[in-house]
């Protein structure tokens, strides 16, 4: 009777400090939240929006910060589940196929990641995220995916999302997205941007010019400013569609992505839209045929 006595002393503590860590987590979030309101409120996205980005020896981290007109009731539930976080990130142009396998701490969402054009799914590296929910009360969400190593040697990979209620038509969320790399990485980051990328800038304003224009980051740092909002405007355009019956919403999850990120063309533009929603169309085919196959 002691031992049990012990056991069940040791499962409540355990569950207190995990519900204590989580109310900090919130309290954390809510304090970003508030130390951002003058830049949510002033901004070149013109709208409640921040996006940041740093770079470290061996590490790139890029987060975007937002209010979103979204009842939490609403974001909570949408952003849990790997299904619905495969239907999230297939939208990305780069994203070429998402498979959920798994359940509890064995959830993993394997990727496979292209070009920028259709490709045969062999082509494309595939990068397994564990996923897992660190947190999900009716004040506060956290989402974690990681991953041990990508192409090129790129290495723990985190995609963190945190939401909670602003007020009862609104959310806060906070997406975060880091990676580590080395020397093959960076030699081909170095010629990506030597190259295709030379024109390339992120979001960040770091001077105007003579004629008071904005004077954008480059560099890895641009880069990582740039595949944070895609997967960032990916959760957007899901939660815009996701009040749809459900045969309307995985057409109007593209469609609203790629208008998404039209609205910065100078750092987003890849292709047209017609170029972009046929892609998207034989990768999510593709990945419905598969589904189906007999095991």
Not at 185 to 193: C, D, I, K, N, S
Not at 268 to 282: C, F, I, N, T, V
């Amino acid at each position: 009777m002691a031992r049990l006595r012990n056991a069940v002393s040791a499962a409540l503590a355990a569950l207190a400090c995990s519900a204590g860590a989580h109310a900090q987590d919130a309290e954390a979030l809510r304090a970003r939240e508030a130390a951002l309101g003058g830049r949510l409120a002033t901004n070149q996205f013109h709208r409640p929006l921040v996006i940041e980005s740093r770079h470290a020896k061996g590490t790139l981290e890029g987060d975007v910060y937002a209010v979103v007109a979204y009842p939490y009731a609403l974001v909570g539930p949408a952003l849990q589940g790997m299904d619905h976080w495969c239907d999230i990130l297939m939208v990305h142009l780069n994203v070429k196929d998402c498979v959920a396998r798994g359940a509890g701490d064995r959830s993993v969402l394997s990727l496979a990641v292209g070009r920028r054009f259709d490709q045969p799914i062999a082509d494309a590296f595939r990068i397994d995220f564990a996923y897992r929910v660190a947190a999900s009360t009716p004040g506060y969400l956290e989402v974690l995916l990681t991953a041990r190593a990508g192409p090129l040697g790129t290495r723990d990979y985190r995609i963190v999302i945190e939401a909670s209620p602003v007020d009862a038509k609104s959310s806060f969320i906070h997406m975060a997205y880091s990676y580590g790399y080395g020397v093959a990485a960076e030699v081909a980051m170095q010629g990506y941007l030597a190259t295709v990328g030379r024109d390339k800038v992120g979001f960040t304003i770091v001077d105007r010019d003579a004629a008071g224009a904005p004077v954008f980051l480059g560099d890895v740092r641009g880069v990582i400013e740039r595949n944070t909002m895609r997967y960032y405007l990916a959760i957007e355009g899901y939660l815009a569609a996701a009040a749809l019956p459900p045969a309307q919403q995985r057409e109007r999850r593209l469609e609203n992505w790629f208008a998404a990120v039209e609205r910065y063309p100078r750092q987003l533009h890849e292709m047209e839209r017609g170029e972009y929603l046929s892609m998207k169309h034989r990768e999510l085919g593709r990945r419905d045929a598969e589904a189906v196959k007999p095991e």
